[in-house]
């Protein structure tokens, strides 16, 4: 049974930082692609950043330069480090494994970061 499971989601002042964590379990870590996707209040879940098995990774416009994902094959761990946070990065934060031969797809249930101005 695939678990992700999301922690780090936090309130914090505009500027400031968070580091969001996912423990996977179940799956065969090193094959899949990961993901961070955010979901705001009355919007649709996009895409924040994902990293492949290689290492390369794909970040939103909105986030470059301001967000860095990281992922730790020896922990099944997956990162996402948010700095210069702004109001508009409130939301719930979604962890996301995509098998990149089966293209199986898993989600985590959500951590909130909520960013004050």
């Known amino acids: 049974q695939v678990h992700l499971v999301e922690s780090g989601g936090d309130l914090v002042q505009a500027g400031g930082s968070l580091r969001l964590s996912c423990a996977a379990s179940?799956?065969?870590?090193?094959?899949?692609?990961l993901g961070w996707y955010r979901q705001a209040p009355g919007k649709q879940r996009e895409l924040v950043a994902t990293i492949n098995s290689g290492g390369s990774t794909v970040y939103a416009d909105s986030v470059k330069g301001r967000f860095t994902i990281s992922r730790d094959n020896a922990k099944n761990m997956v990162y996402l480090q948010m700095d210069s946070l702004k109001p508009e990065d409130t939301a719930a934060y979604y962890c996301?494994?995509?098998?990149?031969?089966?293209?199986?797809?898993?989600w985590g249930q959500g951590t909130q970061v909520t960013v004050s101005s």
């Open positions: 996301n494994s995509e098998a990149e031969v089966s293209h199986y797809v898993y």
């Open positions: 179940g799956i065969i870590f090193s094959f899949n692609t």
